[in-house]
């Protein structure tokens, strides 16, 4: 079956702007995880939806949003671009159950200049 | 809460050689444990996971890990290092409650020598 689905895969935006990345799910996953890498503060959690709605979400200000549609796919949105935003980010879906199998996509690579 | 402790961010071993990463958890409930693989300008890839039951986990191209409560441990190992294996390996941990986000240590970069 097919993975898990980024895009785009590279984005460029200047200083201000905003930018909205996209995650589709393996299908049958309803759960959609959200994470910021980056050289200096590696893997960071961003937030997890479920059925529509946020169940957790880390420690980031609130220019980082995110929704997932009826579908599960899943959209996150980073408002007023800072140089800092510069990172890799990264989807991961899975099934609920006992597998608790995280699977990535490849991810966005985002650069705000 | 829990946290990760992934022991030296950069490992070197000849063709051939034993592969030992390292990898320490805290977490003040039974933890879920994982292991993943990055190859440059991609995402993460599943190696092994440890849930509940046997505690010697096998995984894909020849890895396996370890679950050692005592040692609050979870170190990847391989036999026979392949060139292939070039990459950054990740733990990572979680638990069982309804909020599930993964806590990553912060890497090991593995170079495998000719």
């Known amino acids: 079956k097919a993975g898990v689905t980024q895009t785009p895969r590279y984005l460029i935006k200047t200083r201000g702007q905003q930018v909205t990345l996209s995650c589709s799910p393996i299908s049958g996953h309803r759960s959609v995880s959200w994470y910021q890498q980056t050289p200096g503060q590696g893997l960071q959690f961003l937030f997890e939806?479920?059925?529509?709605?946020?169940?957790n979400k880390g420690n980031f200000p609130g220019r980082f949003s995110g929704r997932q549609f009826s579908n599960s796919r899943s959209e996150m949105n980073v408002s007023t671009l800072e140089l800092g935003d510069s990172a890799l980010y990264l989807c991961?879906?899975?099934?609920?159950?006992?597998?608790?199998?995280?699977?990535f996509g490849s991810g966005t690579r985002l650069t705000v200049v | 809460a829990q946290s990760v402790t992934q022991l030296g961010s950069h490992v070197s071993v000849s063709e051939g050689a034993l592969v030992l990463l390292r990898c320490n958890y805290s977490s003040s409930v039974p933890p879920y444990l994982f292991w993943y693989v990055q190859y440059p300008n991609q995402g993460l890839q599943l190696l092994l996971k440890?849930?509940?039951?046997?505690?010697l986990v096998k995984g894909i191209n020849g890895f396996e890990a370890e679950f050692k409560k005592s040692e609050t441990s979870f170190h990847l190992t391989k036999p026979s290092a392949h060139m292939s294996d070039a990459a950054e390996y990740f733990c990572a941990v979680t638990y069982s409650g309804s909020a599930r986000q993964l806590t990553f240590g912060s890497g090991t970069q593995l170079t495998v020598l000719p």
């Open positions: 440890y849930t509940t039951g046997a505690t």
């Open positions: 991961a879906s899975r099934s609920l159950g006992g597998d608790y199998g995280y699977t």
């Open positions: 939806y479920f059925s529509e709605t946020q169940r």
